[in-house]
Each structure stands twice: as structure tokens, then as C-alpha cells.
């Protein structure tokens, strides 16, 4: 292939993805095929022969794109929002063009200091404490990490590493396997599914605290475990904190847990990988009280605010302890200008893996072209457009709104959780839209997320038109009629079952905040 067809497929790839996003309405939001499809459709055998280009991009239609879930649908309000747009994918389109692997700064200085630039950026705009920002004069810094659960893993790591070697200055005799065995974590049993696979992967027990009835994990919470776990001799190493936990958005106590983490050198990382990017509209920001007291803080651009993933950014107040636990300094890694500044990093320290790609770019281009006004106004669309849904559901006796948290609303029928089951499964049979469920105080709720960019009124409207159908399916098979529900009565249900039946209840953000 020679590089005019290639000039050629590249200009068509571009075209093809702005048509895509122009009617990805027209698609629907979950795939149809069967386990296995794809197997059918390409040759067990890779060609001998290359083919031409469009040949290709037809057979990317007919094969890859039946099996997509189309993530940037506006009919998608699963999970939480992936970032998506076009100022990201030109940064993209570049990084990958260029193809430097910026391990060092003298790999590509271009690729160490924009992201230098971009996180000292980032930082300022949630206003976090300047100890974090590597223009600062303390050993703090930024670094963009894969995913909040590389971040939450490689923080895991530095505290496991920095606690062993305070252990052993205190103990001598100990050795760093009797030390390392004795180490324990601790998040809430609310916290994403990450948290604990990082305890895995550390090999350190992470003990999930049952939080409190608002979906947090408060000081006194914290505080009664370590006290548990000291008395059985036992090393309180890490503590992961959540603003904005997967399944209600609920935001744990950092002002409490704070302090006791300081007072016991514990470790103290703060996962905000969602909700962390409320954080650039300062009416927000009280939700992050207690800040100071973190040892390190990731939010998620790639998933609210617009970048492509990945695109995880992570701050520490000292980078040293990063450093001290991944630093292996092969001859052939060395150059003349390392440096111990943090403004001058050689980022394979700070990370699990050698290589990392030039993901600054992607976020530079966002920053430049939205501008913090353009970050905001897009937060703020969402936060209402969540707003909007939660009054469609309230608006209707069937159902029982929650909580409504920022771009998340949970919500369920009235009754015993097999009818909230019941809906789910009848919304994942029809496919027109896409939800996922949790469990909130033993109730089974259906989440709806804002999560595409492109989502507006008429699409909120669309999925509560959609949730309604299939409601009015699950009354027929409970013979229940709105009318009873607002009176109070139960229909054929058991006897047992009208306890169940409570008036509709809204938790906001800052209620969930003040407890």
C-alpha cells in the first residue's frame, strides 16, 4: 500500500467517524449478535496477501460494527460517561501519528512537559492544594495515569513501600516479609470493584467497611476497624476514600477520615474518578473538604470531561515515594539531564509500565478548545439534564426516585425488588436503551446516567417514554394500577409487601454531603 492510499483511507476514516457521530442515533445503543459471531465472519487465518484499504473499511462495517456498544449513544446511560470529543480525538490522531514513547524527558521533552503543564493546569482549575502541583516547591506533582485503577494500584504500591521502610527503621529486626504481611487496607464497601482488585494485586487484604446508611464511609467507620486491626497486630497501611461512589454517587467523609489517616501515617488516596470533574464548578467543590489531608487524588478525564480514554490524572504530594518504589535505572535509561525536580520528571518512575504514550496531547487540545467555560457549561447541561429525569420519574406514582446525584439518578417501582428486576430485564430484552442496576439499602435500583455529550431533552424524554412502556407491562403482570399505588394499596401483593410501598424520596448532592 503505498502512501497515497494511505493519504486516501486516512481522509476516509476521518469522514467515516464525523458521519458516525453525526447518526449514531440512528444505531442502536446495544449489539444483537450471539457469543461467537465474529468467528464466523473473519478466517481463522490472517491473509497472506494484503488487501486494499476498502475492502477493509467494508468489512469494518459489516464485522466490527454489529458488535459495538456505541458508548457515545445518547441512549446509553450505563456505568458512568465515557469522554468523547473531537478535540480529543485530533490529539489523539497526533499521538499516534508522532509514536514517541515519552518514558524519560529526553525520549520526547515535549511529551514530559505539556503534561507537566496540563495537570499544573487541571489542578488549578478543581482548585486543589498547590502541594499537589508540580510547580510547586514541595516534591508534589501530577502524572496522567491510564485509569483510576492503575492509579488506585500504583498508589497502593508507594504506600506499601513506604510503610515497610518506616516499620523497619522503627523495628530493625523485622523483616520486610513479616512487615509486608502484616499490612492492611481499607475502603468502603461502596467503593468501585478496583479498589479491591488492587488489594489483590498487592497483595494486601482489603477490607471493605460497611458504610453508612448514605452510602459513606465516615471517620468513626474507619477509626473502630484500624482500632480492630492494631489490637490483632496488625499494620494500617492505605486508605482509599471515594467522591462519588459507582452505584449512588455517594461521597465519603474525607474531613473525618483525614485526620486519621495523618495521625497514623496511613496512606490516604482519594479515587473522584467521576464525580471528581463536578469539580471544575466551584459550587461543587465543598464536596472535596478535606482534600489537604490526601496523599494522592485521581479524577477521570476521560469520563465526564471530554477526553478520549485513556486519560486518568492523578496527583501526589510527594512524587519521592513514587520514585523510591518503581525506580529500576537501567545504563541504557540514564541521560544527562535527570533531575529529582518534578518539573523535569522521568515518568517511568511514577508508573507500572516502561512505556507510555503522548496522552497530554489529547488533553491539551480539549483545555485549549473548550476552555475551562466550555468544561463547565458541559457539566452543567448534564447536571440538569439528570435533573429533568429525575422529575419524569417523580412525576409518576409507580415509581420511587432514590437518590439524584449530580448526572445520576436511581430509581425504582414501588414494591418488592422483583418488579424493579422485572423492568430491568423487559429494558435489556427491548435494547432501545442501555441502564444498569445497583443496590441501595437492600433495594434493587435501576442507575441513569448522563453520559454522552450528545444527550439532550429530547433524548432524556426518548429513554423515560421507553422505561415507561416497559413499566406498563410490569403493572400488567402485578395487576396493579397507578391509582392504587398512590392510594396506597397493594393490589394481588402479600400483606408483608405494603411496608414497602413509601413515599417518593430525592437525596441531592448536598444532603448526601451533610449526612
Known amino acids: 500500500m503505498d502512501s497515497e492510499s494511505f493519504r486516501e483511507c486516512g481522509?476516509?476514516?476521518?469522514?467515516?467517524?464525523?458521519?458516525y457521530m453525526d447518526n449514531i442515533r440512528d444505531r442502536p445503543v446495544l449489539s444483537t449478535v450471539k457469543p461467537g459471531y465474529l468467528y464466523e465472519m473473519v478466517p481463522s487465518e490472517a491473509p497472506v496477501k494484503g488487501e486494499h484499504w476498502k475492502t477493509v473499511i467494508a468489512d469494518f462495517e459489516k464485522v466490527i460494527m454489529p458488535g459495538v456498544t456505541h458508548w457515545n449513544s445518547p441512549q446509553f446511560h450505563a456505568f458512568f460517561p465515557t469522554g468523547n470529543s473531537y478535540p480529543s480525538i485530533i490529539?489523539?490522531?497526533?499521538?499516534?501519528?508522532?509514536?514517541?514513547?515519552?518514558?524519560?524527558?529526553?525520549?520526547?521533552?515535549?511529551?514530559?512537559?505539556?503534561?507537566?503543564?496540563?495537570?499544573?493546569?487541571?489542578?488549578?482549575?478543581?482548585?486543589?492544594?498547590?502541594?499537589?502541583?508540580?510547580?510547586?516547591?514541595?516534591?508534589?506533582?501530577?502524572?496522567?495515569?491510564?485509569?483510576?485503577?492503575?492509579?488506585?494500584?500504583?498508589?497502593?504500591?508507594?504506600?506499601?513501600?513506604?510503610?515497610?521502610?518506616?516499620?523497619?527503621?522503627?523495628?530493625?529486626?523485622?523483616?520486610?516479609?513479616?512487615?509486608?504481611?502484616?499490612?492492611?487496607?481499607?475502603?468502603?464497601?461502596?467503593?468501585?470493584?478496583?479498589?479491591?482488585?488492587?488489594?489483590?494485586?498487592?497483595?494486601?487484604?482489603?477490607?471493605?467497611?460497611?458504610?453508612?446508611?448514605?452510602?459513606?464511609?465516615?471517620?468513626?467507620?474507619?477509626?473502630?476497624?484500624?482500632?480492630?486491626?492494631?489490637?490483632?497486630?496488625?499494620?494500617?497501611?492505605?486508605?482509599?476514600?471515594?467522591?462519588?461512589?459507582?452505584?449512588?454517587?455517594?461521597?465519603?467523609?474525607?474531613?473525618?477520615?483525614?485526620?486519621?489517616?495523618?495521625?497514623?501515617?496511613?496512606?490516604?488516596?482519594?479515587?473522584?474518578?467521576?464525580?471528581?470533574?463536578?469539580?471544575?464548578?466551584?459550587?461543587?467543590?465543598?464536596?472535596?473538604?478535606?482534600?489537604?489531608?490526601a496523599?494522592?487524588?485521581?479524577?477521570?478525564?476521560?469520563?465526564?470531561?471530554?477526553?478520549?480514554?485513556?486519560?486518568?490524572?492523578?496527583?501526589?504530594?510527594?512524587?519521592?515515594?513514587?520514585?523510591?518504589?518503581?525506580?529500576?535505572?537501567?545504563?541504557?535509561?540514564?541521560?544527562?539531564?535527570?533531575?529529582?525536580?518534578?518539573?523535569?520528571?522521568?515518568?517511568?518512575?511514577?508508573?507500572?509500565?516502561?512505556?507510555?504514550?503522548?496522552?497530554?496531547?489529547?488533553?491539551?487540545?480539549?483545555?485549549?478548545?473548550?476552555?475551562?467555560?466550555?468544561?463547565?457549561a458541559h457539566i452543567k447541561k448534564q447536571i440538569q439534564l439528570a435533573d429533568m429525569f429525575g422529575k419524569l420519574v417523580n412525576q409518576d406514582p409507580r415509581f420511587e426516585v432514590i437518590t439524584v446525584t449530580m448526572g445520576l439518578v436511581c430509581f425504582r417501582l414501588k414494591g418488592d425488588n422483583v418488579w424493579t428486576k422485572n423492568l430491568y430485564e423487559r429494558l435489556m430484552a427491548s435494547g432501545q436503551i442501555y441502564l444498569v442496576t445497583a443496590t441501595v439499602r437492600s433495594k434493587l435500583v435501576i442507575r441513569f446516567v448522563v453520559c454522552s455529550r450528545l444527550t439532550e431533552e429530547v433524548d432524556v424524554q426518548f429513554a423515560w417514554n421507553e422505561i415507561c412502556t416497559q413499566a406498563d407491562h410490569v403493572d400488567s403482570e402485578r395487576d396493579v394500577t397507578p391509582a392504587s399505588i398512590s392510594n396506597g394499596l397493594t393490589g394481588t401483593w402479600p400483606k408483608e409487601k405494603e411496608c414497602e410501598l413509601t413515599t417518593t424520596t430525592a437525596i441531592v448532592v448536598k444532603s448526601l454531603s451533610q449526612g
Open 11 to 19: 481522509k476516509t476514516v476521518i469522514d467515516y467517524l464525523a458521519d
Open 91 to 293: 490529539g489523539d490522531m497526533l499521538s499516534n501519528g508522532i509514536g514517541c514513547i515519552g518514558f524519560s524527558w529526553i525520549t520526547s521533552p515535549a511529551c514530559t512537559e505539556l503534561e507537566v503543564q496540563v495537570m499544573n493546569w487541571f489542578g488549578k482549575i478543581l482548585d486543589l492544594p498547590k502541594e499537589f502541583l508540580n510547580e510547586s516547591e514541595g516534591p508534589g506533582g501530577g502524572i496522567i495515569q491510564g485509569s483510576a485503577s492503575e492509579a488506585t494500584f500504583v498508589c497502593l504500591l508507594a504506600a506499601k513501600d513506604r510503610t515497610t521502610k518506616r516499620i523497619k527503621a522503627l523495628n530493625p529486626t523485622m523483616t520486610d516479609g513479616e512487615i509486608k504481611a502484616k499490612l492492611v487496607a481499607y475502603t468502603s464497601d461502596q467503593s468501585n470493584s478496583s479498589v479491591e482488585k488492587a488489594g489483590l494485586l498487592g497483595s494486601m487484604p482489603m477490607k471493605m467497611l460497611k458504610a453508612d446508611i448514605n452510602g459513606r464511609m465516615t471517620g468513626a467507620i474507619l477509626a473502630e476497624a484500624i482500632a480492630e486491626d492494631v489490637a490483632k497486630g496488625l499494620i494500617p497501611c492505605y486508605v482509599v476514600a471515594t467522591l462519588g461512589t459507582t452505584g449512588t454517587c455517594a461521597f465519603d467523609c474525607l474531613e473525618e477520615l483525614g485526620p486519621i489517616c495523618n495521625k497514623n501515617d496511613i496512606w490516604l488516596h482519594v479515587d473522584a474518578a467521576y464525580a471528581g470533574a463536578a469539580f471544575v464548578l466551584p459550587e461543587y467543590r465543598y464536596l472535596m473538604a478535606g482534600v489537604q489531608y
Open 295 to 376: 496523599d494522592s487524588f485521581d479524577v477521570n478525564l476521560h469520563k465526564w470531561l471530554l477526553v478520549n480514554f485513556d486519560c486518568s490524572a492523578l496527583w501526589v504530594k510527594n512524587a519521592t515515594y513514587l520514585v523510591d518504589a518503581f525506580n529500576v535505572d537501567r545504563v541504557y535509561l540514564k541521560h544527562n539531564y535527570q533531575s529529582q525536580d518534578p518539573q523535569v520528571p522521568d515518568y517511568r518512575h511514577w508508573q507500572i509500565s516502561l512505556g507510555r504514550r503522548f496522552r497530554s496531547l489529547k488533553m491539551w487540545f480539549v483545555l485549549k478548545l473548550y476552555g475551562v467555560e466550555g468544561l463547565q
